[in-house]
T-cell receptor, first 113, second 114 residues
């Protein structure tokens, strides 16, 4: 079956530091890949996505590239802010509109001023 | 992308009672998904709700405990039955309008069972 493995947290950084959260996946087909963010006390928001190999998703300064050869989708940001403090989830879907999401365990990021 | 209205946003319930959670979507969607997020954990799919047919439950989840209704293409309910403290979680509904849009989540229902 499908699975997503992401970097164990928590991750604590100072403001303006570089962020990487690793994510690797196992899937039988050619999945779409997602990063979701959950701010404290809120629901999940789609941060970025990529639907095929070598696609780069980007949003709010965050980026992730779909690497089929390494089955990875690592999240990066060049300069984090305190407002980026949240839980980040990597997820995959086998595709189409009718397939479920498989989530990683989530990584708690805390950014200190 | 779709907009989902989920309610209630939170509730505190007595053990042995039931709670029904509602999700309303502003677009017609074929399938809706119900997830559970236990404290400090990731999301686990409970079931996929199909309009006009029985919901499809994931391993470890049963209809008697989590009955689901899907009366039309914009609405679904999840009931958490005969609750115990172990059911204290955030419950979220989700839909997708296609892979290019990703999946949209409701704001969640934070349930505490006492």
């Amino acid at each position: 079956g499908n699975s997503v493995t992401q970097m164990e947290g928590p991750v604590t950084l100072s403001e303006e530091a570089f962020l990487t959260i690793n994510c690797t996946y196992t899937a039988t087909g050619y999945p779409s890949l997602f990063w979701y963010v959950q701010y404290p006390g809120e629901g999940l928001q789609l941060l970025l996505k990529a639907t095929k190999a070598d696609d780069k998703g980007s949003n709010k300064g965050f980026e992730a590239t779909y690497r089929k050869e390494t089955t990875s989708f690592h999240l990066e940001k060049g300069s984090v802010q305190v407002s980026d403090s949240a839980v980040y989830f990597c997820a995959l879907s086998e595709g189409g509109s009718n397939y479920k999401l498989t989530f990683g365990k989530g990584t708690l990021l805390t950014v200190n001023p | 992308s779709a907009v989902i209205s989920q309610k209630p946003s939170r509730d505190i319930c007595q053990r042995g009672t039931s709670l029904t959670i509602q999700c309303q979507v502003d677009s017609q969607v074929t399938m809706m998904f119900w997830y559970r997020q236990q404290p400090g954990q990731s999301l686990t799919l409970i079931a996929t709700a199909n309009q006009g047919s029985e919901a499809t439950y994931e391993s470890g989840f049963v209809i008697d405990k989590f009955p689901i209704s899907r009366p039309n293409l914009t609405f679904s309910t999840l009931t958490v039955s005969n609750m115990s403290p172990e059911d204290s979680s955030i419950y979220l509904c989700s839909v997708s309008l296609g892979s290019i849009y990703g999946y949209t989540f409701g704001s969640g229902t934070r349930l505490t069972v006492v």
